[in-house]
């Protein structure tokens, strides 16, 4: 939308001084700069006064219209400056790096808070300055999107970038396709009824939010009737909005079979329900396109689930603001896809989060613009995209940017950003290992499910994939080869026990052990807190399922030092009477894959708790707040190691001063690591205690329920000599 309220060229004395033009070019060689937070370099950076001050000057310049646009926070005392900054390279078919693509980045800063946006020259402009399209600017059609667009993209996508979008891993490393999901049903959309999907036939998916109200879905009673030829049509006004669109959106395309949960899944039949939620990760990876319907909702709102944004309608939030600033037409620019939804209720859900990752394609439908998103790169209506190349590279904080990329060209910045993607290509090494598995759980733990009983339903596609990639199974969510690590988890927000919802006859009950973060509901975070880089386990582990039958686990790597710590048979047999060998369980069976008792054979021993606070640096102070680390203490008062336990531990039942009982999970060395050793956290007094070494034990406070069962109260960091001194005893507990 080009505000034409003021004459196209004028400008503000402030304005006029400004070459703008030279912003979106290439600097000059030797130019200097300066950088950004995140490392950028800045060229012709310029301070223009207080968004206060250019809104003022806006009455009577273009210019200063476009950054009042694109300046709404921190506020009117923020100071703007304009930097010309590199935006992107694309390359030519036969691999050649062209010119690089500059845009005017715009940053408002207010004490220690800033924001940054970007304005770009529209497209139809770009040969006034001698430079390609590539990048520029363009406005979206007002009245909605022209599913033709959609079309080019995918046959982009399957013209340029072949064999890389067709994996899961994006690559064209010989990662084999997902394998195919098996008795699927799917939508027939020439028939128009619910069937059973050929086997090899491609399919659209829909990802998006459930509405409030009851509406038509797939049960028992209705299944005879909606496999009748034209049965979906005849029934087409009780389907929401959103399921509407996303019939008529995949007919365009052309799909012929659409895949739905709501009318895919039968819902009230458990046994088949079961099955389909187990294969998520083949449903939407196999998936040609994933079509996304994400839109705000307002908090505490329920969801209209009233259909595309965009799609056959005009929205107000399609418009955007150019203004003539001299020879050139400019566009505030829009965030890339990824900063756009982070505030959208699509983003918030837990099942959308597996569905986005596990999807090769996926077509978002935002009140802004229609985005596509693949392994090789990202399409969207406001920038002239479609002949870059996907192995250019695109700058984060460009509108084109895509978390999900594989080719990016790290030689352009010497910032390398790095994405984390979901993958079924083998992980190797223990690091790598946690490290995708720490990502996976931190960014799905905060998110929402409205059924608590859904949480690792929800999170079932991506441990099936990471199982694969991990070559290990998983148990309650937690990775059976990395366990001693993985049971470290630490909740980071406000939290409770994640219970069942009460009936009339029936009070609320815990639903998961509370060895896993799958029982409390919480954001979760590995290895912030935790020495668990570099460790050894100290330590046995078994599963044992609701019959009773226990098998050790496999945890990796195995330590010579176990082998001596491991119980006789005889003895072991006195603590788990029906122990089989593992290669006898198959962990995805009925009778095993909701085994909840976590069996430890290890050392305990106890300390105080005095309610003293053990501070490990200013960064941990600010990211936990709502949790304390308390300070452990050994007999003489030193601080043999610190737990992080919820602040009103004390007032909720701890007592200060009393001895709590702790067990041994691993043992780890002084963090190597950079990043770490620059926040200098230390765990225990090392005046007292030596860091050499496997210094550092990560340890578990429980509570017992009787001699041999416990639960899980919080896990801590302690010095090896402290653990030593309080003469540890070897003990075999059954975590619940």
């Not at 599913?147 to 072949?162: E, N, T, V």
């Not at 984390?420 to 931190?442: D, K, N, Q």
């Given at each position: 939308?080009?505000?034409?309220?003021?004459?196209?060229?004028?400008?503000?004395?402030?304005?006029?001084?400004?070459?703008?033009?030279?912003?979106?070019?290439?600097?000059?060689?030797?130019?200097?700069?300066?950088?950004?937070?995140?490392g950028e370099h800045l060229y012709k950076s310029k301070e223009l006064g207080t968004r206060k001050e250019v809104a003022r000057r806006s009455n009577e310049?273009?210019?200063?219209?476009?950054?009042?646009?694109?300046?709404?926070?921190?506020?009117?005392?923020?100071?703007?400056?304009?930097?010309?900054?590199?935006?992107?390279?694309?390359?030519?078919?036969?691999?050649?790096?062209?010119?690089?693509?500059?845009?005017?980045?715009?940053?408002?800063?207010?004490?220690?808070?800033?924001?940054?946006?970007?304005?770009?020259?529209?497209?139809?402009?770009?040969?006034?300055?001698?430079?390609?399209?590539?990048?520029?600017?363009?406005?979206?059609?007002?009245?909605?999107?022209?599913?033709?667009?959609?079309?080019?993209?995918?046959?982009?996508?399957?013209?340029?970038?072949?064999?890389?979008?067709?994996?899961?891993?994006?690559?064209?490393?010989?990662?084999?396709?997902?394998?195919?999901?098996?008795?699927?049903?799917?939508?027939?959309?020439?028939?128009?009824?619910?069937?059973?999907?050929?086997?090899?036939?491609?399919?659209?998916?829909?990802?998006?939010?459930?509405?409030?109200?009851?509406?038509?879905?797939?049960?028992?009673?209705?299944?005879?009737?909606?496999?009748?030829?034209?049965?979906?049509?005849?029934?087409?006004?009780?389907?929401?909005?959103?399921?509407?669109?996303?019939?008529?959106?995949?007919?365009?395309?052309?799909?012929?079979?659409?895949?739905?949960?709501?009318?895919?899944?039968?819902?009230?039949?458990?046994?088949?329900?079961?099955?389909?939620?187990?294969?998520?990760?083949?449903?939407?990876?196999?998936?040609?396109?994933?079509?996304?319907?994400?839109?705000?909702?307002?908090?505490?709102?329920?969801?209209?689930?009233?259909g595309f944004p965009g799609y056959k309608k005009a929205d107000r939030a399609r418009s955007r603001r150019t203004q003539q600033v001299g020879d050139l037409?400019?566009?505030?620019?829009?965030?890339?896809?990824?900063?756009?939804?982070?505030?959208?209720?699509?983003?918030?859900?837990?099942?959308?989060?597996?569905?986005?990752?596990?999807?090769?394609?996926?077509?978002?439908?935002?009140?802004?613009?229609?985005?596509?998103?693949?392994?090789?790169?990202?399409?969207?209506?406001?920038?002239?995209?479609?002949?870059?190349?996907?192995?250019?590279?695109?700058?984060?904080?460009?509108?084109?940017?895509?978390?999900?990329?594989?080719?990016?060209?790290?030689?352009?910045?010497?910032?390398?950003?790095?994405?984390?993607?979901?993958?079924?290509?083998?992980?190797?090494?223990?690091?790598?290992?946690?490290?995708?598995?720490?990502?996976?759980?931190?960014f799905y733990t905060y998110r929402d499910v409205s059924y608590p009983s859904d949480i690792l339903n929800a999170f079932e596609g991506v441990s099936v994939?990471?199982?694969?990639?991990?070559?290990?199974?998983?148990?309650?969510?937690?990775?059976?080869?990395?366990?001693?690590?993985?049971?470290?988890?630490?909740?980071?927000?406000?939290?409770?026990?994640?219970?069942?919802?009460?009936?009339?006859?029936?009070?609320?009950?815990?639903?998961?052990?509370?060895?896993?973060?799958?029982?409390?509901?919480?954001?979760?975070?590995?290895?912030?807190?935790?020495?668990?880089?570099?460790?050894?386990?100290?330590?046995?582990?078994?599963?044992?399922?609701?019959?009773?039958?226990?098998?050790?686990?496999?945890?990796?790597?195995?330590?010579?030092?176990?082998?001596?710590?491991?119980?006789?048979?005889?003895?072991?047999?006195?603590?788990?009477?029906?122990?089989?060998?593992?290669?006898?369980?198959?962990?995805?069976?009925?009778?095993?894959?909701?085994?909840?008792?976590?069996?430890?054979?290890?050392?305990?021993?106890?300390?105080?708790?005095?309610?003293?606070?053990?501070?490990?640096?200013?960064?941990?102070?600010?990211?936990?707040?709502?949790?304390?680390?308390?300070?452990?203490?050994?007999?003489?008062?030193?601080?043999?190691?610190?737990?992080?336990?919820?602040?009103?531990?004390?007032?909720?039942?701890?007592?200060?001063?009393?001895?709590?009982?702790?067990?041994?999970?691993?043992?780890?060395?002084?963090?190597?690591?950079?990043?770490?050793?620059?926040?200098?956290?230390?765990?225990?007094?090392?005046?007292?205690?030596?860091?050499?070494?496997?210094?550092?034990?990560?340890?578990?406070?429980?509570?017992?329920?009787?001699?041999?069962?416990?639960?899980?109260?919080?896990?801590?960091?302690?010095?090896?000599?402290?653990?030593?001194?309080?003469?540890?005893?070897?003990?075999?507990?059954?975590?619940?």
């Amino acid at each position: 939308m080009t505000d034409n309220s003021l004459p196209a060229s004028k400008l503000c004395t402030v304005c006029l001084s400004i070459d703008i033009a030279k912003y979106f070019l290439p600097p000059a060689e030797g130019e200097t700069h300066t950088r950004s937070r995140i490392g950028e370099h800045l060229y012709k950076s310029k301070e223009l006064g207080t968004r206060k001050e250019v809104a003022r000057r806006s009455n009577e310049c273009t210019f200063c219209t476009l950054l009042v646009a694109a300046t709404a926070w921190p506020g009117d005392e923020a100071s703007i400056t304009i930097s010309s900054v590199f935006c992107g390279r694309n390359r030519s078919t036969a691999g050649e790096k062209l010119e690089p693509i500059y845009n005017i980045q715009v940053f408002a800063k207010y004490q220690a808070v800033g924001s940054t946006t970007r304005i770009q020259v529209l497209a139809d402009d770009a040969d006034k300055l001698g430079v390609s399209r590539d990048f520029r600017a363009r406005e979206p059609d007002l009245s909605g999107f022209d599913m033709r667009q959609a079309l080019a993209w995918l046959d982009l996508c399957h013209s340029k970038h072949g064999d890389a979008c067709s994996t899961l891993h994006g690559g064209s490393d010989g990662i084999s396709p997902s394998p195919q999901p098996e008795d699927l049903l799917a939508i027939d959309l020439v028939d128009m009824c619910i069937c059973d999907k050929p086997s090899g036939e491609e399919y659209a998916a829909l990802s998006y939010c459930w509405p409030s109200k009851a509406y038509l879905t797939l049960v028992k009673q209705n299944r005879e009737v909606l496999f009748q030829y034209g049965a979906v049509a005849d029934k087409i006004g009780e389907l929401p909005g959103t399921v509407q669109d996303a019939i008529e959106c995949a007919k365009e395309l052309p799909y012929r079979y659409l895949w739905i949960d709501a009318l895919c899944i039968a819902q009230d039949d458990p046994d088949h329900k079961n099955v389909q939620l187990r294969q998520m990760d083949r449903v939407y990876s196999c998936a040609s396109i994933t079509l996304v319907s994400a839109y705000p909702v307002a908090r505490n709102s329920s969801d209209p689930c009233s259909g595309f944004p965009g799609y056959k309608k005009a929205d107000r939030a399609r418009s955007r603001r150019t203004q003539q600033v001299g020879d050139l037409r400019l566009m505030v620019a829009s965030p890339d896809v990824a900063v756009y939804l982070e505030d959208k209720r699509w983003n918030t859900r837990c099942w959308t989060f597996q569905e986005e990752l596990l999807s090769r394609r996926l077509l978002y439908f935002t009140p802004l613009q229609v985005y596509f998103q693949c392994s090789q790169g990202l399409f969207c209506e406001d920038v002239d995209c479609e002949n870059i190349n996907p192995d250019a590279h695109v700058q984060p904080g460009n509108t084109l940017w895509n978390p999900k990329a594989k080719n990016l060209d790290a030689n352009s910045t010497g910032n390398d950003w790095g994405t984390w993607t979901l993958s079924r290509a083998p992980l190797e090494g223990i690091i790598a290992m946690l490290v995708s598995y720490e990502m996976a759980l931190s960014f799905y733990t905060y998110r929402d499910v409205s059924y608590p009983s859904d949480i690792l339903n929800a999170f079932e596609g991506v441990s099936v994939v990471l199982s694969e990639a991990m070559g290990t199974d998983f148990w309650q969510g937690i990775p059976e080869k990395i366990l001693p690590q993985a049971l470290c988890w630490q909740l980071r927000g406000p939290h409770r026990k994640r219970l069942s919802k009460p009936t009339g006859t029936q009070s609320a009950e815990r639903l998961f052990p509370s060895w896993t973060w799958a029982g409390w509901e919480s954001s979760v975070n590995l290895n912030v807190h935790m020495a668990i880089q570099t460790y050894r386990t100290d330590a046995e582990w078994y599963i044992i399922n609701k019959d009773g039958i226990a098998t050790h686990l496999d945890v990796q790597p195995q330590w010579m030092t176990l082998s001596r710590q491991r119980p006789s048979a005889s003895l072991l047999k006195a603590f788990l009477p029906k122990l089989v060998s593992r290669e006898e369980v198959d962990a995805k069976s009925d009778a095993w894959r909701d085994a909840r008792i976590l069996g430890c054979w290890t050392s305990s021993a106890s300390f105080y708790l005095d309610g003293s606070h053990h501070k490990l640096n200013d960064y941990h102070e600010t990211q936990w707040r709502e949790s304390t680390n308390f300070a452990i203490k050994d007999p003489w008062g030193a601080t043999a190691g610190c737990i992080l336990l919820p602040k009103d531990f004390f007032q909720k039942g701890g007592t200060a001063g009393q001895m709590c009982e702790f067990i041994l999970i691993s043992r780890s060395l002084k963090s190597d690591s950079e990043f770490l050793n620059a926040m200098n956290m230390t765990y225990f007094d090392e005046s007292v205690y030596a860091t050499h070494g496997w210094s550092h034990l990560n340890v578990m406070m429980i509570s017992r329920i009787d001699d041999l069962t416990a639960e899980r109260v919080g896990v801590g960091v302690m010095s090896k000599e402290a653990w030593g001194a309080a003469s540890p005893e070897t003990t075999f507990v059954k975590l619940v």
